[in-house]
């Protein structure tokens, strides 16, 4: 593929380098250099049907842009005519879809360091703050399916019967076993939350390799491919199942989940029955996470070893969740007591 050929397509300055950069998932990625000295991120992604999904996340970034976030955002360049992608056309199979987007400052935070812990709270809650007030956000009734965890066993149409899926899975019995009553137990709370708490467009993948950080504070906030309406507390659980990981056995859990969740309830707060929830949103969060990487693997986009090894992990967060689901509890209302005004 000749990178630099296909940046003409923007109006940019000549393109004089293009040096491939570690992709997501779904994506590939270069970074494309400029006789002018400006810097750029390319990402191309397979298939026409990327292309609802891109215009949505365009226009959600647009409308940020209005906010002024204390951070960047890979909000995408137009081309000369005038859209958000530019076309691949491949002789035997679907189009490629590229997009352009600015090359931003930082690096990925070691998640580990509680001060970028807390620093990257503060930066959800203002992201979350700006999300809850955009106008008209809601994506089409093509989309919703993709970006609803409501209802999460049923949105996958290679995997309709998730529990029967498990059965072609080679894990040993006993993790069979345990991962069933997991999923049961999860899908069997999606009703009653998504009845009960309220709900806003989030960005619902914020990981700390989506963000990067400069110094103390978070320089810039990635990967809005799966943002979309649901449960208001899903972004913070989402980031308290991913920054504490590395430390959920060494007994420094606590700092870093207590340095997120404060700084996080300290800018954008959430009501006590949201907070004594988490546990239950952490569980149906990890298991639309487990649906989505099955439905890869089923359409050959995984390697056999991969399911195990996730199924696997599920299980050692549950193991923790389950030994620390109260005390988990405990900390969260405490987050809201720092924060309310005296009296």
Known sequence: MDVLALSTAWP??????????????????????????QHYVLRIKPGSGQIPRIEYEAKLLYALQDHELPFHLPTPLKTSNEEVFATIEQAANEPLIATLHPFLPGHTPDR?????AAAAGVALAALDTALAILPDMQPDEH??????????VHVHPLVTDPLAALEQIKVSSNQRRQFRAILKDASEQVERLYSRLPQQLLHRDYDPGNIFVDGQQVSAVFDFEFAGMDLRV????????????????????????????????????LSDEELRAIPDVLRIREMASFMHR???????????????????????????????????IEHALAWNEKTAPSK
């Not at 380098?17 to 992709?23: N, S």
């Not at 580990?112 to 970028?116: E, F, H, P, Y």
């Not at 995984?302 to 599920?314: C, F, H, K, L, T």
């Open 234 to 269: 899903l972004d913070l659980c989402v980031a308290l199942r991913w920054w504490p990981v590395q430390a959920l056995e060494t007994g420094q859990a606590w700092e870093i989940i207590d340095a997120f969740g404060s700084a996080y309830s300290a800018h954008f707060p």
């Open 12 to 37: 940019i300055a000549q393109p004089l380098h293009a040096t491939p950069l570690a992709g997501g998932y779904n994506n590939r990625v270069w970074r494309v250099d400029t006789a002018d000295e």
């Open 143 to 152: 989309e919703k399916a993709f970006t609803s965890f409501d209802g999460f």
């Open 112 to 116: 580990n360091d509680s001060t970028l």
């Open 294 to 328: 099955l439905e890869r693997y089923f359409a050959g986009l995984e390697g056999d070893e991969v399911i195990p090894q996730r199924i696997a992990g599920s299980l050692r967060r549950e193991q923790w969740l389950q030994a620390n689901q109260d005390t988990l």
